[in-house]
């Protein structure tokens, strides 16, 4: 069966100090991988997503890069985070079209 | 940006009544699902709906859609205490970098004893 994983659950960094998330998918070949980021009480803001290594799309310009270096790991990153970076940040993957998206049970970052 | 906007934003019904979660949205979809969030957790995949279909069900859930309103309905029957929980609408859409899934601002539905 597959599976998701992603941590760490929690993280707490200073403003300034870079980021960087990982997640990976096991049990299945060539996902789709997202990284949605969500604020207290809010909906998901789709951040990144990627079809294939080395391929990604970002729907929101800003200090957060995307990476896929491998078929089934997707990297999340910032050289400098900001006050605004904190949320809850979710990855998810799904196979092609018309398939439900499966989620990791997310990130909870804090700047400070 | 958000795709969908969710109505209500926030539910609170008695065990065993029906709860009614509507999503409109904005533009052509590949199909619309909903999903389910408990406090603090990940969100857990309920149901889709493709874009040439009008009706699903799936155990005690019933979906709707109506794409010439661009709109879905999620009813939730026989509501339990264990269904309180926050509730997104997610549209689908195929685009040149590929599929992409964008969420509402969700429900928020509190079933009391």
């Known amino acids: 069966s597959q599976t998701i994983h992603q941590w760490p659950a929690t993280l707490v960094q200073p403003v300034g100090s870079p980021l960087s998330l990982e997640c990976t998918v096991e049990?299945?070949?060539?996902?789709?991988l997202y990284w949605y980021r969500q604020a207290a009480g809010r909906g998901l803001q789709l951040l990144f997503y990627s079809v294939g290594i080395g391929q990604i799309s970002s729907e929101v310009p800003q200090n957060l890069s995307a990476s896929r270096p491998q078929d089934r790991q997707f990297i999340l990153s910032s050289k400098k985070l900001l006050l605004s970076d904190s949320g809850f940040y979710l990855c998810?993957?799904?196979?092609?079209?018309?398939?439900?998206?499966?989620f990791g049970s997310g990130t909870r970052l804090t700047v400070v | 940006s958000q795709q969908g906007e969710e109505d209500p934003q926030a539910l609170s019904i008695q065990e065993g009544e029906n709860a009614t979660m509507n999503c409109s949205y904005k533009?052509?979809?590949?199909?619309l699902q909903w999903y389910r969030q408990n406090s603090g957790r990940g969100l857990v995949h309920l149901i889709l709906i493709r874009s040439n279909e009008r009706e699903k069900h799936s155990g005690r859930l019933r979906v709707t859609l109506d794409t010439s309103k661009k709109s879905s309905s999620l009813l939730i029957t026989a509501s339990r205490a264990a269904d309180t929980a926050s509730y997104f609408c997610a549209t689908e859409t195929i685009t040149g970098g590929g599929n992409k899934l964008t969420f509402g601002t969700g429900t928020q539905l509190k079933v009391e004893l």
């Open positions: 998810a993957w799904s196979p092609p079209s018309n398939y439900g998206y499966t």
């Open positions: 049990g299945t070949s060539n996902p789709n």
């Open positions: 533009t052509s979809i590949n199909n």
